[in-house]
């Protein structure tokens, strides 16, 4: 699962700059081979392209990105609903 770097803090935080933080920690095609067969890459979006994911991991067979997006709002309130008590 990858996080989005918020680049708006960037200049607040203890990381490289965009490019080290790309070269060091961006999921490319040869880092997703080191994972198990049958992996799935998720991301909460929004996406930064070429820099938290490569565009082609992002646009791949494990990539399930656009699901989760889609659905992220649906799951959290009925998470919160759950959470609140109520039957």
């Given at each position: 699962m990858m996080l989005r770097l918020q680049r708006e803090r960037?200049?607040?935080?203890?990381?490289?700059?965009?490019r080290e933080y790309a070269t060091l920690f961006c999921l490319t095609s040869e880092r997703l081979k080191l994972a198990?067969?049958?992996?799935?890459?998720?991301h909460p979006g929004?996406?930064?392209r070429g820099i938290e994911?490569?565009?082609?991991v992002a646009?791949?067979?494990?990539?399930?990105?656009?699901d989760q997006v889609t659905?992220?709002?649906?799951?959290?309130?009925?998470?919160?609903?759950?959470?609140s008590g109520a039957a």
């Open positions: 960037l200049g607040q935080a203890l990381l490289p700059s965009i198990k067969p049958g992996a799935i890459v998720m929004p996406l930064n994911i490569s565009p082609a646009d791949s067979q494990s990539a399930v990105i656009l659905n992220g709002v649906s799951v959290r309130m009925a998470l919160m609903y759950l959470l």
